[in-house]
């Protein structure tokens, strides 16, 4: 079966229908009538990426951009995981001081040009936004909409909650949000379109090496896909494929979301919240975070912890207990956001792709010429996919990277070391 997509990306309020009754996008395949995209020489270098997450989809776009034949295999969906459920917030400097500060930096300008380009603020929800660390009290009774003496002025009328310190941490030149799953579809929307790329569903069997070069991937079913290259970002799923867990271990760390929409949408100012919240009956403080979104939906996420990741992506589903916990995280920031006040639009939870360094892995895998690997950027993968993908197409398509060094996420790191799996 072939879809054809023959729109392009449209406005927030379409968009906003679409998430509000359905949250689920389905396809078989996907592939554009048309493309315009301009081949960098007389016969383009066939590239299969694998995985439909952000970093798979910023990775194609890139690639088809610059001129190469795209195919990007995805077992479920487009965006069906963490990349349609995360929360979608973009810091500048937030990992200065760290290995992926640069990474960072990168994306989050590029994040920007991106929505200049494809009009994210309307396609996807791209807007700054001032942000807030926030500690908070738990309380058996409902918000009563007076703040207690110790709030300062920076903090909105809408939360009115227990509050016993709160500071700014981001403001509108440093922080930004978009929608995750719009962002995504999107993106892949304008690669089929403008760029030829092809999106196939399948679930990825194997890759075939030759000679120490990769030559094809092999699909569930036997269907073979010949390549130049290959790249491979299947986020926390990087562990069910043997080529990859040999090497090194990519953990999937379960997250849970709860998304909300409140009554009074028009009340809820643009400030993400990152919370110390702390439980009547004591014990150790969470921080749950609270992005409010243009869509008037506000998402609430945390609870996390390491589980094993299943086969299935369709298959994940929240805890119950962790999705009430953050019910009660949202009724005590805001008691516009409790129960009667606020309708629960999604509970649902994710994996995030971790590495035992706490380091994306991103390059060429070593022994196999032209086949790389773009995987394990935990929390920060939606901001992170613009600049990774940008710096992969690089990679592939002329050898080097110059948006980023991407020396230090060289899976050679762990050519030799126990972190690998066997």
Known sequence: MVVVISSPPCSLSPFLRQVRNSRTFVCTSIRSSSSSSSPMEEHPKRVVVCGGGVIGVCTAYFLAKKGACVTLVEKSSVACAASGKAGGFLALDWCDGGPVSALARASFDLHRSLAQELDGQQSYGYRPLNTLSVSITESPDPPSGSKSSGNSNIVPGWIDGRIRSSRTIGTFETTAQVHPHLFTRTLITKAVESYGVEVMIGKLESVEVEGGRVRSVVLEGGRVIDSDAVVLALGPW???????????????????????????????????????????????????????????????????AEAEVPDDPEQIAGNPESIQMLKRVARTVSSHLGEGEAQVKAEQACFLPCTDDGVPVIGEIPGIQRCYVATGHSCWGILNGPATGAAMAELVLDGHASIVDLSRFSPARFVGSKKALV
């Open 238 to 304: 990087s562990c069910k494929l043997e080529l990859l867990s040999s090497l090194f271990r990519v953990y999937g760390l379960k997250a849970h979301s709860i998304v909300l929409e409140p009554k009074e949408t028009d009340a809820i100012t643009p400030h993400a919240l990152f919370l110390s919240y702390h439980p009547s009956q004591g014990g150790k403080p969470l921080d749950p975070e609270v992005y409010p979104r243009p869509t008037g939906e506000v998402y609430v996420c945390g609870m996390s």
